[in-house]
């Protein structure tokens, strides 16, 4: 009976990327000089685990390429070999290769990617010479193909009660498989009972496995540990070790150079080379599949549904024997049902949340390779990375984050000679800080660099038609503009920056998210660009509103006021349109009944509402007929079952069962605020009816 072992490939693949992740933080953590033996032991066992499972699970590419990084760090640790430049860097680059092994692996095509650069930059550190880059091309017939070792036997003997702990000896058998570039397995079935006394939950068999290898005692030893009390093992050499590899290969393996590393940190050698043109296309590490749940977050979603049950049986009880005084115990016994059912939804949804520090923890060796290929000097500052964050916003937050970043590092910050003339120190920072602010996640990347040209930022729109000369922009949206499609201000395209896609991105990514980004920015000192994002995108606190006699949500975070406006708060403006004054302040507004096509809906805005919002930090109006009140929301896409519609972000079905649609407040912030001659006659003639235009307003 064979054990079916593809229902474990997708923790394996999901704990792999975990163990990648430990290992590039611990790798960059390293200090060229120190052999910080707790730090190596920790890189080590995230390798040797992945290691294991994946020789566990038949993906021998995996295993052995693995098996080589491990002969490195397994000498980094010891003592015998000490902690390079050199040596970080090819650790860093064959982590890459490693990663793009595991998510080739997803698709069975680890074969087609390219080891070989990387096990020649190991080969050349440990010494193990060039017949290792030569021969390193992966072939499925051989886990590994190595310099000359050594033969080694081991004699693997499981105790009887092995199977009662959960293991499996052939596990292990493979791991030690995979550590010889020959291997010669023997089983011992002497200890085999006759049928009648053979009992199915004890292990009688044993194995004796003859290696050759350069693997150390140690990493031998390492197949052994989560069955070490539990077995009894011998391991003892065959033949004496002899050189692993001769002077003149050593120098013939350094003549191959280590594979390029992406400046992002992400591309494997193998996946740049597709990206270039190749025969196949890299394989994309797909969205996280699973997420991993505390304990007393499952206990206490039993306990709401235990709660929940109790609520429902007190509420059918009633109803069943329904009488004249029941009213009171009934809406009791509905209240307790509705508390329960929206605590258990806060519970469900709060089960989806992760830690912003998932996207977080990419950017270090981002910073580490970009910072290298610039030649500038760069600290990164992670704060608040428990801040929590819908799964799906994680997911889509990666891309405007590693813009942000690059973009910092790039343009804001200065080179170590122009920082040090500036009287800063060389080393500039990077801080990336995410804080609940309100029912929003509030995300800062901020840089100590030379902050925006505003001027030079005003120059280049003109000289691309995007403003007037004659224009008047406040610095707000003098900085807003470096978010128009194409727009750049880098004297020179690079592989970095200059084509004026990425800032468009950000802003178009972080808008899908029903969210907000603001810039701010001090000559000299540096830029801090605000991320602003909802909790989650599938549920949303509401203000419905009617405007003739159909009702819409608009989202209750960017609620600020309602109010009934007099016959002289409202006016009109020449080149921007009508404004409600609020308090001695002039802010825009639009007519919803007008921009949803609704003749029905109230024109005087004396006699509706106007609803004040507030997005980008900056103030607008919409005018509604009435507002009906606050109530929680199920986002629906309305794109996948209709189509895309202005000024709306998706639809709901309200509790009476109408579908209502949800209004998109940064395309309404937009009407409101892009308003152009057409725009101001119909305003004045709007409002023409009931007052002369203020003659203060009107120029």
Known sequence: MSLDLSQFRATFFEEAGEHLLSMESGLLALVPGANDPEQLNAIFRSAHSIKGAAASLGFQHVAAFTHTLESLLDR????????????????????????????????????????????AALATLTGAGAEASAHAAPVAATPLARAAGRDVEVRFVPHPSLFLTGQDPLLVVRELVGLGERSDVTCDSSRLPSLDELDPEQCYLAWTIRLHTTATRELIEEAFLFIEDDCHYEIRDLVPAGDVATQDDAASASAVEPAPVAADGTAAPASAERRRGGERRAVAAPELASIRVPIDKVDALVDLVGELVIAQAMVNEIVANFHDGSLAALQDALGALDRNTRELQERVMSVRMLPVGTVFNRFPRLVHDLSSQLGKRVRLVMEGEETELDKGMIERLGDPLTHLVRNAIDHGLELPEARRAAGKREEGTVTLRAAHEGGNVVIDIVDDGKGLDAAR????????????????????????????????????????????????????????????????SEAGHGSRFRLRLPLTLAILDGLVVKVGGTAY???????????????????????????????????????????????????????????????EERRFGVLVDEVVGQQQVVIKNLETNFRKLDAIMGATILGDGRISLITDVQELFRIATNRRALGDVAALAAVGAHQAPDEDFVS
């Open 76 to 119: 980094m640790r010891s003592g015998e070999f000490p902690v390079t430049e050199a040596a970080i860097a090819a650790l860093l680059t064959s982590s890459d290769t490693l990663r793009a092994l595991v998510d080739a692996s997803r698709v069975d095509d680890a074969g087609a990617v390219d080891t070989r650069k990387a096990t």
């Open 457 to 520: 930022i005003r120059d280049k729109a003109i000289a691309n038609g995007l403003v007037r000369a004659d224009e008047l922009l406040s610095a707000e949206d003098t900085y807003n503009l470096i978010f128009l499609p194409g727009f750049s201000t880098a004297a020179v395209v690079s592989d970095v920056s200059g084509r004026g896609v990425g800032m468009d991105v950000v802003k178009r990514n972080v808008e899908a998210m029903n969210g907000s980004v603001t810039i701010q």
């Open 553 to 615: 949500v608009v989202p209750l975070l960017s609620v600020v006021a309602s109010l009934r406006p007099g016959p002289r708060d409202v006016r009109a403006i020449l080149g921007q349109g009508e404004v409600l004054v609020v308090r001695g302040e002039s802010i825009p507004f639009v007519r919803l009944h007008a921009l949803f096509n609704h003749p029905e809906g109230v024109v005087e805005p004396s006699q509706g509402i106007i609803v004040v919002l507030e997005t």
